[in-house]
């Protein structure tokens, strides 16, 4: 997909599985499973997408899913197959040294679990040339979080960046190349930050977890993980309606049936026509 001089690719780690409940928070069980079917463990599927983004010279990967660095136990809970974004790079004939920046849109682990590998039962960087670039408060929280969402944090995904100083910190919204803009938009997260990209007269807007599949696009279906659940609505507001608004491509960081598509809003609903890139 082009957007003037900016190129962009979606690719994806793989799946992996969550409670469906929590998934929809306060959605009662009759209505979300008409829409996402659960296993038998009450889980539902969710794509782990990435973006690959050619901005000028620079190559830049957007979030890196899940990774390879799992426990059996763990990966049996999530449902979790094998890391496939290192195999998706290379389709695009991107090898690891060849990525420039690592955005992460906040460090869950099914959005920063591929920023390193093992390596002979070291943590090394997966990229090993790439600035990685996250919110500060982010960064902070991830480091220290409280006993509601530490399951969602591996410090070996983020703490080994910071050692060898290849992070950077953000404090709130920024142009990181021409096109490439960071967002902070809080709600899931204090300090997730979403990502717009724009060039030759269009724009895609990548979601992150503000609205991580399409059922989501329902104002009140917001995630029982999220800590700040009515800042979320109000984002959710904010953006859904400027992306309908403005034609830009939506992105859906999860969804694993429509990863992009075009919004329109019809009689205070809004609908999605999905697009199919690649
Ligand atoms: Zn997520």
New binding site residues.
Partial sequence: MKLGHLEFHILTDGYCYLDGGAMFGVIPKPLWEKKVQPDARNRIQ?AMNCLLVHAGHKRILIETGAGDKWTPKLRDIYNLGESRLLDQLLHYGMHPHDIDVVINTHL?F??CGGNTRLAHDKVVTTFPNARYIVQRGEFEHAMAPTERDRASYFPENFAPLQQSCKLSLLEGDRAIAPGVELIRVPG?TADMQCIKLSGGGKAAFFF??LV?MTPHLQLPWIMGYDLYPMTTLENKKKWISEVAREEWLALF??DPHTRAGYLRERDGKVEVEPVTID
């Fill in positions: 969710l869950h099914d959005h899931h992150a977890d991580p960081g999860h």
